[in-house]
Structures are given as C-alpha cells and as structure tokens.
C-alpha cells in the first residue's frame, strides 16, 4: 500500500478555438514534451488514466487511436467518460492500493473545432423525459440556478458581469487561455446576446481544443521526478440526483459533502483560513458563488460582498480561478484536470503574471452533468 | 505545415426505441385523463413528479402513485432567448419563460413553459395552473404550459 500521492508533473496546450493539429498530435505532442521536461520515457510510467468520450471524439471506445500517442502501448491502461479530474482521482487510487507508483493522466477534447458542446451535453439528457420536452438542459439548469441565487441573495447583473469581468482578466494574462479579450468591459458583457436570462453569452466558459497531462507518484518514488511534488491530502466524490427538480439548487449539498470528506482527510477545520486558493470548474460564471460557498471558502449568500471587496481576485484573501478558470478555456473533458495544473502552478510559484504570493494550499474541484450534478474536490498542498 | 487542412464529416445517426419505463408510462397514460402523477416513496413519504421506480434517498422500490395537484408555486425561472436545437443555439422567435413548479402534494419540482399575458408580471412565489391540450393523447405536449392561477 501507498499512504502519499503527489503531482509530481503537469502540462497543458495553449487552448485555442481551432486546433492548428489534429486531436491525436495535439496529445502526443504534450504528452512527449512533458516527458522530456520531466526527464522521463513511458517506462516510467506503470498506469495510463485517461478522460475523453465516445461523444465528443466521434468515435466509439476512441483511446484506440490515443492509446499509442501517451505511451500505453503494452501498458495498462483505462479510460474515463468523465472530467480528467475523475480520471486523476482513479489513478491517485491506483497508486494508492500500491500495484503502480506512477501514473500519467491526460483528459483532452477538442471542443473549439470539432463538435458542438450542447449537442454531446444533449445526449446527457434522459432521453425518455428531458430530451423530448426540450427544457431543461445545461444552459437553462444554470440560468434557474443563477437567478435563484440572484434574487435570494441580492446578487445583481452588475455583480455578475463584475465577477465574469474578473475571470477574462485573469484569462487575458494566461499564456493557456483560448479567450483573450483585452478590450472586456462591465458594460460590454451587460449587453452580450441573452440566452437564457440572467445567463448571457460573456458568462459562458470557452470552449476549446486543448488537452492537458499530469504525472502522479506515490511518495516513494516521488523525489527520483521532482523536488516539488504536489502533495494530494485530500479526496472527495460525490453525486446528486439526475433530475435537476429534486434538487436545492443553492444549497448543493452533495458538493459540501464531498468538500468536507476532502477536508476531512487533509486535516482542514477551517476553509477559509487554510485554503490559499481555488480552482474550480465553471461551466458558465454565475456558478462561481454557488460553488465555492458550497466548497465553505465563502458565507452562504455573500457573494455580492466577495465581488465588491475582489477577496476572490488574485490579489484577495482568497483567489478563485486566477487561471481565468473555464471562462479562458473550456477544453471539454480535461477541464477539471487544468484545475489541478493551475493550482500546482500556483503552488510551485509557476504561475508567472497570475501568481498568488505564498500559496501552500490548493482546492481544485471539476464538476460533470447539468448544474454540477457530480462534483469532484481535491485538496493539494505543497 | 504546407497544405490545407483536411476535415472529414463523421454523421452519427442511431435510432433507438427505448423503453420510457414503467413510472413514466403511467404518468403519460395519466395525462390522457389530464391527471398529473407523482410515486410517494412508502420510506421518506416524498412524492416525485414525473414519477420514477426507486427513491435515490431511500433506495427503496417505489409503486405507490399519487395525483399531485394542477396548481402550484412557481419557485423559480429563467427568460429564455434561444432554443437550442441538434446542439445550435438559436433565437427564439420571442422571449419564453421557463420555470421550476412545486406542484401542491409533489416534493419536487416539475419544469415547464410559463405563460401570462404579460411577461413581467411573472414573479417567484406566483400560484400557477396547468394548461391542457383541448384532446390529451397522452404525450408531454398535453401539458402545454402553466398560467398564473
């Protein structure tokens, strides 16, 4: 058995909206580079996680074509149809029964160019009872979720486009983001086209084509890769229901639940103390308070306070996605992996323009299914 | 690179006749008699609209059908701008509203289309009723929409 598991390397592509290589170059292309920043071959490596979906690559049981590209190749491998965090979370278990010390883990789509995001998040839907009413999907789940925290709490159109305004800053100044927009303004995404309201399309994440890698260790092994490792302290997995109706919308009790676990494990009594900072996975900006009061980093409700006083901009108590998060690049599948990236970045002083000063301790959390039905969190620290 | 870069259609098209389910059949087969049907759960005595076979709380069988009332709160909604249809999202050809209803005697809440004949009278905590196709036929089209009651 293992007892410790660590980031011991980590790589991401510069996302874009259209990819100037094909999905399997783009993956060998990061995979090899990070094997030669690292000083390593595929020997190295003992098992092969990764995150895609036979949905968005268009091809059923699609790491044939991956599998030579990363290494696998007589290797043991699997795959996840989930976030690449969920696939990080497998492979941290792997190491931990202590069959494998090392373990690559690579989540990647290519959802700027290839294929149309609502239409593989679509195929999600039930297809007896949600499909044909045509209703509810991903969009219009965040769009209740947003106006209920809206009206509960205050929290106006200005907030929101304050708080999304926050996010493509932090995007423009980071060399892995696909949006790059220097000119955003308040007024600019006011006035954006209307999706389902309050919901407008400034607020929704990038979607892009892009990939990213991570090597974990077990710490046995962890200082022959690294005299930085990322220490993972604490895991947390849960899931809601499917149908969004049975759901508190606010409360999002199964994200505490998997927040506290996680915690639990890596011995934190007080969040928004311990935790330096966060990266989570938004799928669209309004989500950002629901989320991180769920993880307990802020007061239920305070939202409006968070944006007005910046103590979730890089230079705040408590920095949220200084990365831009998803609201720079939404490679669909590895998305929640780049959290762990970004916040081994910030905790290894890696994170140039966008780093936090004196960060030691990280939550990363990736969601998957309509309003973050799953939620994974990781506690990292360094 | 030299060379234009090449890109293949991959259509997908599969037809599947899934079965909706025991609990989903019923509940269409209510709305030929314009009733709406909920399961309470024998456990937790949470009623769930549409009704569904096992409680995820309890993890218990649920066979229990309820009629749930066709007059509810309106808890929340959204102003809905486009459609999004085959993964496009596109236009609607005008502003619709989309809501979360706790319908009296359901736990949880149903969606639906809500209409009034002015949008901005359309509030959170507003009692709403159900709309019906003159001829129910026992499909999710028989509900049309819910006014404000």
Redesign the interface.
Known sequence: MNERVAVVGYKQTKHTIDS?VARERMVYELVKSLYHDMGITKDDIDTFVLASNDFTD??TISEVFTVPRIGAYMKDETKVEADGLNAALYAYMRILTGLYNTALVIGFSMAGSE??????Q?YTMD???ER??????F??TA??????YM?KYKFTDEDLAQLTLKNIRNANNNPFAARKDPGASVEKILGS???????REAHVSTYADGACAVVLSSKKTAKKFTDKPVWIDGVGHFMD?Y????RD?LAMEHLTAAAKKAYKMAGIKNPKKEIDLAEIHTNFASEEPVLTEALGLFKPGSGKDVVKSGASAITGTLPVNPSGGPLGANPVNATGLIRLAEASAQLRKEAGQNQIKGAKTAVVHAQDGPGAQLNTVFIVRR | ?PGD?VRAS?P?TFT?K?R??HA?EQYLNGFKEKKILGVKCPACKRV???P?TVC?SCHKPIDTMVEVGQTGVL??????????V????LDAQQ?YI?G?IKLTGAS??????VKAPSQGTIK?GMKVKAVWKETAQGD?GDLTYFEPA
């Open positions: 100037p268009g091809r294929f149309r995001v609502p239409l593989t679509s297809p007896a009872y044909p009413r045509g209703i509810i999907n969009y219009s769009a209740l979720q947003a106006g209920a009206k086209r209307p999706l389902y309201l309050p919901l229901t149908y969004v109706g049975d919308l | 690179m870069i991959v997908i599947y899934n909706v389910g989903l769930y609209v549409p569904r995820s808890k929340h909604f959204t102003i809905a701008h486009v459609n999004i085959n993964g496009e999202i502003p989309i979360l949880s809440l149903v969606s639906a289309i959170t999710y």
